[in-house]
């Protein structure tokens, strides 16, 4: 099983600027979750999604950052326009029912300037 | 507000040593309560515990929970550097699947 695949791994953009992160999650797993990873907060949820529809976004931070998860094999999250203090680094995670274990992808390492 | 806090921060031992991971939570209507590793990247999964009292061991590596006292630790005997990581802890909540998750505690294992 290749796990839970996110693109690109390193991603260096400037302000202002469209980001979009990519999340294949391990074949099987109906639920998927997009986290933020910085010094300051640790890993916070930002949104989560089971069989392909979005359940809590409580953790969305404005208006700027959108998900989707268009089928079982993929989802994007969306930061328009990026901002520095977006700048941390972007987990998926997926897991096989509710309230299994969850498995994070490599992540992405995401840079503001 | 649902909160996971997790203690010490840091610590720095020396390979051998026995080290105890501390991680307390508020949380409304606690499912369980998992327990990561994270190195460099990804954090890997290493326990889940539902049950007070009921230890769960895997190699050096063991964890047990209280519910009444909302704790759990994470026990680590004979450190070896490869140990040297951030270990997160996080707590499910029943009804959704969302993870709170402690700062973690930074282990570094010296030679």
């Known amino acids: 099983d290749a796990g839970v695949i996110q693109s690109p791994r390193h991603e260096v953009t400037e302000m202002g600027q469209e980001v979009t992160l990519r999340c294949k999650p391990i074949s099987g797993h109906n639920s998927l979750f997009w986290y933020r990873q910085t010094m300051m907060r640790g890993l916070e949820l930002l949104i989560y999604?089971?069989?392909?529809?979005?359940?809590?976004d409580s953790g969305m931070p404005e208006d700027r950052f959108s998900a989707k998860m268009p089928n079982a094999s993929f989802s994007t999250l969306k930061i328009q326009p990026s901002e520095p203090r977006d700048s941390a680094v972007y987990f998926c995670?997926?897991?096989?029912?509710?309230?299994?274990?969850?498995?994070f992808g490599p992540g992405t390492r995401l840079l503001v300037l | 507000e649902d909160k996971v806090v997790q203690s010490p921060l840091s610590l720095v031992v020396h390979e051998g040593d026995t080290v105890t991971l501390n991680c307390s939570y508020e949380?409304?209507?606690?499912?369980?309560l998992l327990w990561y590793k994270q190195e460099k990247k990804a954090p890997t999964f290493l326990f889940m515990l539902?049950?007070?009292?009921i230890e769960k061991k895997s190699g050096r590596l063991s964890s047990i929970l209280d519910k009444k006292e909302l704790f759990s630790i994470l026990n680590i005997t004979a450190t070896q550097t490869g140990d040297s990581a951030v270990y997160l802890c996080?707590?499910?909540?029943?009804?959704?699947?969302?993870?709170?998750f402690g700062k973690g505690t930074k282990l570094t294992v010296n030679p």
């Open positions: 539902t049950s007070s009292g």
């Open positions: 995670a997926s897991s096989l029912l509710q309230g299994e274990t969850q498995y």
């Open positions: 999604f089971n069989n392909n529809v979005p359940i809590d």
């Open positions: 949380v409304t209507n606690f499912r369980s």
């Open positions: 996080a707590v499910e909540q029943g009804g959704s699947e969302k993870l709170v």
